[in-house]
C-alpha cells in the first residue's frame, strides 16, 4: 500500500502524506537516534498518547468486496513543538508504543517547517527508507528461499528405433 511512498525522486521534497506514511513505519530506534537533539525539546500536547484498536478491512483477490479482516492495536498523539503559532504534529503507529507515536509527531512538526525540513529529512526520514528498503529485501530474500519452479517433465518414451527389439 505504501510502496510509492518509499519511491521518491531525486530533489524532490517529501509531501506531508508520504513523511507521514514513512513515520508510521519508522521504528523506535531509528526515530530516537534521528532525533536525539530534538527529542528533549518542550512540547504542548494537544493530544497524549492513546492507544485504540482500529478495524482492517481487506478485499478478496485486492479488488472483491470490502471484508472486515480484523482489529489492529494503534497509538496516537497530537502535539505542537515550540510556542503558539508553531506547527502541530501527528502520528498514528502500529502498536502500543507511545514514546514512537510522541517521536513520530515531534518529527512530523518539525518537517513542517522549511527551516528545519532538510535537516530532518536526513536525520529520519533518510534512516526510515534505507531500513524499510533492507526489510523488503530481507522479506524478498526468505519468500525466494522457499520458492518452488514447477516444471513439467515429459517422459521420453525413446526414439522409435530405440529399445526395439530387431
Given at each position: 500500500?505504501?510502496?510509492?511512498?518509499?519511491n521518491t525522486g531525486p530533489n524532490r521534497p517529501t509531501p506531508r502524506p508520504e513523511?507521514?506514511?514513512?513515520?508510521?513505519?519508522?521504528?523506535?530506534?531509528?526515530?530516537e537516534q534521528g532525533l536525539a537533539e530534538q527529542a528533549g525539546a518542550a512540547t504542548?500536547?494537544?493530544?497524549?498518547?492513546?492507544?485504540?484498536?482500529?478495524?482492517?478491512?481487506?478485499?478478496?483477490?485486492?479488488?472483491?468486496?470490502?471484508?472486515?479482516?480484523?482489529?489492529?492495536?494503534?497509538?496516537?498523539?497530537?502535539?505542537?513543538?515550540?510556542?503558539?503559532?508553531?506547527?502541530?504534529?501527528?502520528?498514528?503507529?502500529?502498536?502500543?508504543?507511545?514514546?514512537?507515536?510522541?517521536?513520530?509527531?515531534?518529527?512530523?512538526?518539525?518537517?513542517?517547517?522549511?527551516?528545519?525540513?532538510?535537516?530532518?529529512?536526513?536525520?529520519?526520514?533518510?534512516?526510515?527508507?534505507?531500513?524499510?528498503?533492507?526489510?523488503?529485501?530481507?522479506?524478498?530474500?526468505?519468500?525466494?528461499?522457499?520458492?518452488?519452479?514447477?516444471?513439467?517433465?515429459?517422459?521420453?518414451?525413446?526414439?522409435?528405433?530405440?529399445?526395439?527389439?530387431?
Open positions: 500500500m505504501f510502496h510509492a511512498f518509499d513523511w507521514m506514511a514513512l513515520l508510521s513505519r519508522a521504528p523506535l530506534q531509528v526515530l504542548q500536547w494537544l493530544r497524549k498518547p492513546e492507544t485504540g484498536l482500529y478495524m482492517v478491512q481487506g478485499r478478496a483477490g485486492g479488488t472483491g468486496e470490502r471484508f472486515n479482516l480484523g482489529e489492529i492495536t494503534v497509538t496516537r498523539c497530537a502535539l505542537r513543538v515550540g510556542g503558539e503559532g508553531s506547527a502541530v504534529g501527528v502520528a498514528y503507529v502500529m502498536g502500543r508504543n507511545h514514546r514512537q507515536a510522541q517521536l513520530a509527531a515531534i518529527a512530523d512538526a518539525l518537517l513542517q517547517d522549511p527551516a528545519r525540513h532538510d535537516a530532518v529529512d536526513g536525520a529520519v526520514l533518510r534512516p526510515v527508507r534505507q531500513h524499510l528498503a533492507l526489510q523488503q529485501a530481507q522479506q524478498a530474500a526468505r519468500a525466494q528461499s522457499t520458492r518452488v519452479d514447477f516444471f513439467t517433465v515429459a517422459r521420453e518414451a525413446g526414439t522409435p528405433d530405440e529399445g526395439e527389439d530387431a
